[in-house]
Nanobody, 123 residues
């Protein structure tokens, strides 16, 4: 069983930056494909970004391309989501997700989920 713990959320002004972290349990990160999802109040959960197990491929939803960067540091057993030029519409609970596949697929539901971290962007 993989446990994921997110951190780094908070309140930031529009145009600011935050870096979210996702710590995986028991040195499993190197075997996981990672993804970030978010859910805004009153909205469905949506995909934000993903990174393959090797780190060689990354994927982003169009609205965050050029502003967000997903990365991983296997030696620290931690994944990251660097968020720059934040907008009020980025306000949401952000979830880290993972599974043991080699690469991200839209059709595959991730097997493991964290509890989320709240990001609030003020205008």
């Amino acid at each position: 069983q993989v446990q994921l713990v997110e951190s780094g959320g908070g309140l930031v002004q529009a145009g600011g930056s935050l870096r979210l972290s996702c710590a995986a349990s028991e040195r499993t990160l190197s075997r996981l494909t990672l993804a970030w999802f978010r859910q805004a109040p009153g909205s469905e959960r949506e995909f934000v970004a993903a990174i393959s197990r090797s780190g060689g491929r990354t994927y982003y939803v169009d609205v965050v391309k050029g502003r967000f960067t997903i990365s991983r540091e296997n030696a620290k057993n931690t994944g990251y989501l660097q968020m720059n030029s934040l907008r009020p519409e980025d306000t949401a609970v952000y979830y880290c997700a993972a599974d043991f596949s080699a690469d991200y697929s839209e059709s595959h539901v991730m097997d493991y989920w964290g509890r989320g971290t709240l990001v609030t962007v003020s205008s």
